[in-house]
């Protein structure tokens, strides 16, 4: 394989060329010709595919990046017409967080006349890599990344090598220089655990969320500044969970299995609360007369289960829609914030009263 420096003087002109005029003038021809490999393995690597070495596949990057070649010139085109394509990458285990999100991407989508264009993904380095490379090859001028994929290093990198516009949606602790929408995930969790503590409750079980995103550990940091706040109350009894109905289930069993038992149970999900009402049932305990059980998020499980769970109403379907707003702003030109930050959206919170908390049993009134 020819060195890519015994290529730069050839390709100079063309590239600077492109810089000052129009970066679609670089072809996959010209990529292929400065990093001395033929357009079929360019398109192997653009594509994610897995049958390129690894110092053919950097080559070819450095190439790409050198040139500032764009792997879809004709759907890249369409930005200065509208229409443009935007990706989301999703990988949460919650279906219903999941739906709640697409609803609200695809209207904002609709709103702007972009394409959303969707990709699953898994969290292994490999497989988040391929599927960036997908999105990238298909042209794509943006991607929102929901969680728990706005927490992923690689993804994050992948797209700047890229020069994709990025925005996450509900990260607890994003970096500045990332644009973000999101809620007070801290003061959302602290809120709901001082209900807790009003209604007179003071054996408290807490599951935490899914230890890969930093939303989960603000809300433990939440419901521990309410706690501390407090004093003098019995330890709280708190189990790991993963944000899946199935680790609120082994938490909920473990939390009720101690004695003395938890009389309020707050899950750092909706899914996972759901779970321990499930297992409270099986133990034939009475929701909330023998246990109150509290929720995050206010996905549609929370007001189709019975009884009604109490639960932190995060606007998911309009933290979609506007991340998608940030997005096409972006794209289309529109000013970010200082210099090295970019724009931080935070939206209201609401802590919706249901019929799964009431006051302990043996409390006085």
Excluded at 168 to 173: E, K, L, S
Aim: glycine residues 8%; proline residues 5%.
């Amino acid at each position: 394989m020819h060195n890519v420096e015994k290529h730069k003087k050839q390709m100079n002109k063309p590239a600077r060329k492109s810089r000052s005029g129009a970066r679609g003038s670089i072809t996959i021809k010209d990529v292929a010709r400065y990093a001395g490999v033929s357009p079929m393995t360019v398109s192997r690597v653009v594509n994610g595919s897995q049958y390129v070495s690894d110092a053919t596949r950097q080559t070819v990057l450095q190439a790409v990046r050198q040139l500032g070649y764009s792997p879809n010139i004709a759907a890249r085109n369409l930005a200065s017409a509208r229409g443009e394509r935007m990706g989301l990458l999703y990988g949460n285990p919650s279906a219903s967080y999941l739906s709640e999100f697409l609803v609200g991407a695809l209207d904002a989508a609709t709103r702007h006349g972009v394409q959303l264009v969707l990709e699953k993904c898994e969290l292994t380095p490999a497989a988040s890599r391929r599927a960036v490379r997908r999105l990238v090859a298909g042209g794509v001028v943006g991607v929102v990344l929901p969680p728990p994929l706005c927490e992923s290093a690689v993804i994050r990198a992948e797209l700047q090598a890229a020069r994709m516009q990025i925005v996450a949606v509900a990260a607890g602790r994003p970096p500045a220089d990332l644009m973000c929408v999101r809620i007070d995930d801290f003061a959302a969790a602290r809120e709901m655990t001082r209900y807790l503590l009003a209604l007179g409750h003071e054996r408290l079980g807490f599951i935490k969320g899914h230890p890969n995103q930093t939303a989960s550990e603000e809300r433990w940091r939440g419901f521990v500044s309410a706690v501390e706040e407090h004093g003098r109350l019995p330890a709280p009894r708190v189990e790991q969970g993963f944000f899946t109905f199935r680790s609120g289930l082994d938490a909920a069993r473990k939390l009720l299995a101690t004695e003395p038992a938890p009389t309020a149970i707050f899950a750092s999900n909706d899914d996972m609360a759901a779970a321990v009402m499930a297992e409270a049932h099986r133990r034939v305990l009475e929701v909330p007369h023998d246990l109150t059980v509290v929720g995050f998020d206010d996905s549609l499980i929370a007001s189709t289960i019975w009884p009604g769970l109490s639960t932190i109403h995060q606007p998911i379907a309009q933290m979609a829609g506007e991340a998608v707003d940030m997005l096409v702003t972006a794209v289309r030109g529109g000013k970010r914030g200082a210099a090295g930050e970019a724009p931080h959206r935070l939206v209201a919170h609401e802590l919706i009263a249901r019929e799964s908390a009431a006051r302990p049993k043996g409390a006085a009134d």
